[in-house]
């Protein structure tokens, strides 16, 4: 029946990630469904968070979403679907930089003179 309302699980879906990474960001899920209750013919096929527009760290819990008219969620309002975190990023230091330079440089020297024997024996 189309006037009775059912509960379903909603996938999570995520919108606008790549601008997180730019700014250093990173979404991490805390939850992958949402139950929610409502007419069928209300019910969408998922929930998309769109993430494009944060700019700091912080929560976006079940009161933060917007649902199609008429659907409503069965969780708590205050629990949290996604988590905005800063990625962090390994400090390299001058030292170990400047080894892996050299490293770099000497296995560059290695493949020419590898290449230049390569040639000389098929001479």
Do not use: H, W, Y
Not at 49 to 55: A, G, K, L, M, Q
Not at 64 to 75: A, G, K, Q, R, T
């Amino acid at each position: 029946m189309l006037n009775e309302e059912i509960r379903v699980d909603l996938d999570v879906r995520l919108k606008g990630v790549e601008s997180l990474e730019f700014k250093e960001l990173m979404a991490l899920s805390q939850m992958d469904v949402i139950r929610v209750k409502g007419l069928p013919q209300n019910i969408p096929d998922n929930i998309v968070i769109d993430v494009s527009n944060i700019n700091g760290v912080g929560n976006i819990n079940v009161a933060d979403l917007n649902f199609p008219e008429e659907i409503v969620p069965e969780l708590d309002p205050d629990q949290c679907v996604i988590s905005i975190v800063e990625i962090k990023r390994p400090a390299i230091d001058e030292e170990s930089e400047t080894e892996v330079e050299a490293e770099t440089e000497t296995e560059a020297e290695v493949k020419a003179e590898d290449v230049a024997t390569e040639k000389e024996s098929i001479k």
